[in-house]
């Protein structure tokens, strides 16, 4: 959903000037609040609330992904994904990493929007996911 929305990600993960959260911010669709979404993603989910036909379904579904994209923003900002040795076997932060990323997949969640929140480039996020997410086709559906 986000894909044609993208700014270039960094190939080393987070920049610190995009570190910045908004603290009280409102999802466009239902009015809810939510506390401590990263700056950067506000375009980005705004943008795909706009996209929806507005069905029930279709807000359930943005809620779920919004949701999902918050989880790995977060997760990629304790976690510093960029810094995971791949020659060596996965940490438990690497793993934990690859829960959400397998999450953020189940909800729909594409690899574009997926890295664009992780701040990683794609590349790096298929390989942790390969390394971290069990094998139930997830990288066939990217």
Known sequence: MLAGNLAPVAATGAADDDAED?????????GDKIGRVPAFLVPELTAMAKELPGTDLDRRIYYERVHALLAVAGAARSANPAGFNLDEPPSDAEREFGSVLGQAFHQ?????????????????????????????GWLERL
């Open 108 to 136: 729909g969640c594409s690899l574009a929007d997926v890295s664009f929140a992780a701040r990683l480039p794609s590349e790096r996020v298929v390989a942790i996911g390969m390394r971290t997410i069990r094998p139930t």
């Open 22 to 30: 908004i603290p009280n911010w409102r999802l466009p669709i239902f």
